[in-house]
T-cell receptor, first 112, second 117 residues
Framework: GQQLNQSPQSMFIQEGEDVSMNCTSSSIFNTWLWYKQEPGEGPVLLIALYKAGELTSNGRLTAQFGITRKDSFLNISASIPSDVGIYFC????????????FGQGTRLTINP | DADVTQTPRNRITKTGKRIMLECSQT?????MYWYRQDPGLGLRLIYY???????NKGEISDGYSVSRQAQAKFSLSLESAIPNQTALYFCATSYSGTSGRYYNEQFFGPGTRLTVL
């Protein structure tokens, strides 16, 4: 099945650094969602994007819906230890499809 | 209390056994989903249900079946478990609602770790 190309697959950073990750596809998507998953838990929705070019923030997290509708970006500023986890992008091709397509995830590790 | 609960949280079983994973939600959502997560593959959709009388196959439905017993309950069955069904299984919910924007947001349960020996 189709998946989104998410990169990087893993990141090892120092506490306080900014983080950037992205998701790309050869297809157009109408909705982009970003989730975070911690060990032993299910994915938790961080940010939802519905419009090309949209830039949305949630605390230190900022996500953007790419103008081409084929990509999305997530940035985390001033990382802290509790940001550790796996971040997933997910896309919906059209309203009502309800079939989320997921990226493979970005595993974030932070050195204190 | 959690909005989406899954039972059991962990299960070890043997090849050929029948297994049922259960999902309950108190969010009042009408749509429910079952996903499977394998390392490096993200989440893949097994089955989804838009209401009690609606069941749809997802990307990887072979070897699985589901039952939507009520709006709040959606169970996943493995009729004859095999080792390559060892994975994390997640239930998710969403709301169709009257706002076209928000029914795309899916909310996940804590997951069931299934091991088939």
């Amino acid at each position: 099945g189709q998946q989104l190309n998410q990169s990087p697959q893993s990141m090892f950073i120092q506490e306080g650094e900014d983080v950037s990750m992205n998701c790309t596809s050869s297809s157009i998507f109408n909705t982009w969602l970003w989730y975070k998953q911690e060990p032993g838990e299910g994915p938790v929705l961080l940010i939802a994007l519905y419009k090309a070019g949209e830039l949305t923030s949630n605390g230190r997290l900022t996500a953007q819906f790419g103008i081409t509708r084929k990509d999305s970006f997530l940035n985390i500023s001033a990382s802290i230890p509790s940001d550790v986890g796996i971040y997933f992008c997910a896309g919906l091709k059209f309203q009502g499809a309800q079939k989320l397509v997921f990226g493979q995830g970005t595993r974030l590790t932070i050195n204190p | 209390d959690a909005d989406v609960t899954q039972t059991p949280r962990n299960r070890i079983t043997k090849t050929g056994k029948r297994i049922m994973l259960e999902c309950s939600q108190t969010k009042g959502h009408d749509r429910m989903y079952w996903y499977r997560q394998d390392p490096g593959l993200g989440l893949r959709l097994i089955y989804y249900s838009f209401d009690v009388k609606d069941i749809n196959k997802g990307e990887i439905s072979d070897g699985y079946s589901v039952s939507r017993q009520a709006q709040a309950k959606f169970s996943l069955s493995l009729e004859s478990a095999i080792p390559n069904q060892t994975a994390l299984y997640f239930c998710a919910t969403s709301y169709s609602g009257t706002s076209g924007r928000y029914y795309n947001e899916q909310f996940f349960g804590p997951g069931t770790r299934l091991t088939v020996l």
